[in-house]
């Protein structure tokens, strides 16, 4: 089966530091994404992990452990704008077809 | 560059119709792939095309058929409308089908009524 699993909301104060969690058990294994999507807009790309280990972007940080099935997103220097869902997808590529399966996404509200 | 658009951005249909969705992907980009997404959920996977052929499809009903045209757009069709496809559809472009870099639409909004 396919799932993956991050928490459904999460609270910060402006200004501070969040980490957002995120387990996977999929049948294949590609490469891990997070996105960043607003509300009624479309997912925006924030970071992709295909090895394990902290890959580091201005304020965003992604960490991967495929041993462990865990991934999490950091986010530093807190701003009202980050408030939005954060999705963490994995990448399933076999045979000929790649797709991405998403976890339910995290409502992050950034308050001041 | 433009990015990838999608056509129409909102519309209502009403149960029993049938909708017709489009997507353009980037200049240069030979695969698209859509997604459903439920308020509230992350997207789900439905088809990816990549040289007008379909590559992949998730669990959707027939109702959902696809195409690609040889200039990489594509089209979605939904056929006898249920009011549980009230979503946002997402189609998101990548240069081959392993999706490494996709890019996504602004998706449209369709409203079952």
């Known amino acids: 089966g396919q799932n993956i699993d991050q928490p459904t909301e999460m609270t910060a104060t402006e200004g501070a530091i969040v980490q957002i969690n995120c387990t996977y058990q999929t049948s294949g294994f590609n490469g891990l994404f997070w996105y960043q999507q607003h509300a009624g807009e479309a997912p925006t790309f924030l970071s992709y992990n295909v090895l394990d280990g902290l890959e580091e972007k201005g304020r965003f940080s992604s960490f991967l452990s495929r041993s462990k099935g865990y991934s999490y997103l950091l986010l530093k220097e807190l701003q009202m704008k980050d408030s939005a869902s954060y999705l963490c997808?994995?990448?399933?590529?076999?045979?000929?077809?790649?797709?991405?399966?998403f976890g339910k996404g995290t409502k992050l509200s950034v308050k001041p | 560059d433009a990015g990838v658009t999608q056509s129409p951005t909102h519309l209502i249909k009403t149960r029993g119709q049938h909708v017709t969705l489009r997507c353009s992907p980037i200049s240069g980009h030979k695969s698209v792939s859509w997604y459903q997404q439920v308020l509230g959920q992350g997207p789900q996977f439905i088809f990816q095309y990549y040289e007008k052929e379909e590559r992949g499809r998730g669990n959707f009903p027939d109702r959902f058929s696809a195409r690609q045209f040889p200039n990489y757009s594509s089209e979605l069709n939904v056929n006898a409308l249920l009011l549980g496809d009230s979503a946002l559809y997402l189609c998101?472009?990548?240069?081959?089908?392993?999706?490494?870099?996709?890019?996504f639409g602004q998706g449209t909004r369709l409203t079952v009524v």
């Open positions: 998101a472009s990548s240069l081959e089908p392993s999706n490494t870099e996709a890019f």
């Open positions: 997808a994995v990448l399933n590529y076999g045979g000929s077809q790649g797709n991405l399966i």
